[in-house]
């Protein structure tokens, strides 16, 4: 059973930074994309940044250029987000995302898993 496990969250002034981290376990597939994604209150899920398998060619929603930064250790199946410059906007619960691809019969699966979620608040 693959498991994504989230930890860094808290609570931060604006202006502050943050470290998220995710590792997944239990995956019998290769990991392809690993991305954090983010929720608030009756809104829908909406993608923060993502990586792909070689840790090259991030890529960031707009609201988060220049202030995040996504990487990935496929040694240690993890996904990591760096969070700068943080404003009550930023104020969400932030979930892991990780893709399990294989391939069988010459056709290619991709299965997606999710963390249960870590929650950032950022004050003013």
């Known amino acids: 059973q693959v498991r994504l496990m989230e930890s860094g969250g808290g609570l931060v002034q604006a202006g502050g930074s943050l470290r998220l981290s995710c590792v997944i376990s239990g995956s019998k597939y290769t990991i392809n994309a690993m991305g954090w994604y983010r929720q608030t209150p009756g809104n829908q899920r909406e993608l923060v940044a993502v990586?792909?398998?070689?840790?090259?060619?991030?890529d960031y929603a707009d609201f988060v250029k220049g202030r995040f930064t996504i990487t990935r250790d496929n040694a240690n199946n993890s996904v990591h987000l760096e969070m700068y410059r943080l404003n009550p906007e930023d104020t969400a619960v932030y979930f892991c995302?990780?893709?399990?691809?294989?391939?069988?019969?010459?056709?290619?699966?991709?299965?997606?898993?999710w963390g249960k979620g870590t929650l950032v608040t950022v004050s003013l």
């Open positions: 995302n990780a893709e399990e691809y294989y391939s069988e019969h010459g056709r290619h699966y991709g299965i997606p898993h």
């Open positions: 990586i792909n398998t070689s840790g090259g060619s991030p």
